[in-house]
Structure formats: structure tokens, C-alpha cells
């Protein structure tokens, strides 16, 4: 069974940083590609960034363009998103995804907090 | 940047009923490269289909997709009480992923 727990998560003030971590388990970790979801409170899903297998593509959604960072460990079966000069509107619950034909496995989504 | 604009926002049907949700693309999409979840509070999001048509796995008849080019529909043939939800299209094909911004199915 696919199972993506996400953590790192909290409460940090603007212009900080955080490292989310996802950890993998049940599949074959290194063979497919992997994507971090956000959702502000009260509102819709926003496709953050993925990565492929081996970590040489890398795309952004233009909001965290500069600011954001994916990458990923096979070794270890665990995603990453680096996170600096956080802002307000970066507030949301943060999933990683498992790519299989659509996003085919979430984790339970960690919250991360952006206020003064 | 592909956007997704879903229909209705909102979907006031009782249990039993069909229930028919529609997703506009501002540019082609690729059937092979559409998707719909489910999403209850405080849950993380469910794949119901993929490439269009394609049940995920564990996911009931009673839900089937369709559609072409620009359009798409998520059909859910009767609604059971565990249906009531929102419900998200995204377009996995080009970069940026987008999603559309979700139909709340709600009990009427």
C-alpha cells in the first residue's frame, strides 16, 4: 500500500523559511515523478512544482518561482520542498503527490503558516 | 497557462439523483492528460479519473468522465451519501499544472 507522509510544517514568520519533507513508502519510489499540491484555507487546489525520477526536471508554478525549492532523495524514498522568503499568501496545506496517470496518491498534507 | 473553469460552483441535488459537472479548458487538452478528484473537509484529494474516462482504482461505476479538446465531464450516474463533496478537474499535460477552482455537490 502507497503511503506519502508529509512533515515540517508550522508556523513562521515572513521572510522565513521551511523545509517540508515527504516520506515515501509501498512503491518503487525512484520510478515515478512527484509533486507538491498546496490549498489555501477555504479554497481550491494550486499545483506547486514537480520533479522527475531522477531529479533533472524541475517545474514551478510562477508565484514560487526564485523562492522554492523540490528535490528528492531515491536513497532515502523522500521528497523535499525548500522554502525561503516566505510570504502571507504562501499559507495553505501543502500535499505531496505520487504521478501515475493523474496524482494517483496524496499524503494527509502538512500546514504551514506564514504570520507575524 | 492552461485555465480550468468548472461548472456549476455549487450542485444541490438528493441522494439518488444524477449529477453532471462540467470543465472548460482556455486551450486544448490532451485526453490522455485529464483528471478529476474528490475532495471532503479536512481530507486530502481522491483521484476518481484519469485520461478522461479511466476509473482510478477502487473508484465505483456510478462515476464515469468524458469529453474532448476543451470540454469535460465528470458524471456520477446516483448519488450516494458519501458522494456529497467538491469536486476538481486538472489538467496534468502542460506546464503549469492547473486545476479548476472545484463544484461543491451538496445535499439539496
Known amino acids: 500500500e502507497v503511503h506519502l507522509v508529509e512533515s515540517g510544517g508550522g508556523l513562521v514568520q515572513p521572510g522565513g523559511s521551511l523545509r517540508l519533507s515527504c516520506a515515501a513508502s509501498g512503491f518503487t519510489f525512484s520510478n515515478f515523478w512527484m509533486t507538491w499540491v498546496r490549498q489555501a484555507p477555504g479554497t481550491g487546489l494550486e499545483w506547486v512544482a514537480n520533479?522527475?525520477?531522477?531529479?533533472?526536471?524541475?517545474y514551478y508554478v510562477d508565484s514560487v518561482k526564485g523562492r522554492f525549492t523540490i528535490s528528492r532523495d531515491n536513497a532515502e524514498n523522500s521528497l523535499y520542498l525548500q522554502m525561503n522568503s516566505l510570504r502571507a499568501e504562501d499559507t495553505a496545506v501543502y500535499y505531496c503527490?505520487?504521478?501515475?496517470?493523474?496524482?494517483?496518491?496524496w499524503g494527509q498534507g502538512t500546514l504551514v503558516t506564514v504570520s507575524s | 497557462e492552461i485555465v480550468l473553469t468548472q461548472s456549476p460552483g455549487t450542485l444541490s441535488l438528493s441522494p439518488g439523483e444524477r449529477a453532471t459537472l462540467s470543465c472548460w479548458a482556455s486551450?486544448?487538452?490532451?485526453?490522455?492528460?485529464l483528471a478529476w478528484y474528490q475532495q471532503k473537509p479536512g481530507q486530502a484529494p481522491r483521484l476518481l479519473i484519469y485520461?478522461?474516462?479511466s476509473r482510478a482504482t477502487g473508484i465505483p461505476e456510478r462515476f464515469s468522465g468524458s469529453g474532448s479538446g476543451t470540454d469535460f465531464i465528470l458524471t456520477i450516474s446516483r448519488l450516494e451519501p458519501e458522494d456529497f463533496a467538491v469536486y476538481y478537474c486538472q489538467q496534468y499535460g502542460s506546464s503549469p499544472r492547473t486545476f479548476g477552482q472545484g463544484t461543491k455537490v451538496e445535499i439539496k
Open positions: 520533479i522527475n525520477q531522477v531529479g533533472s526536471e524541475k
Open positions: 503527490a505520487k504521478n501515475g496517470g493523474g496524482y494517483d496518491s
Open positions: 485520461a478522461t474516462s
Open positions: 486551450q486544448s487538452v490532451s485526453s490522455s492528460n
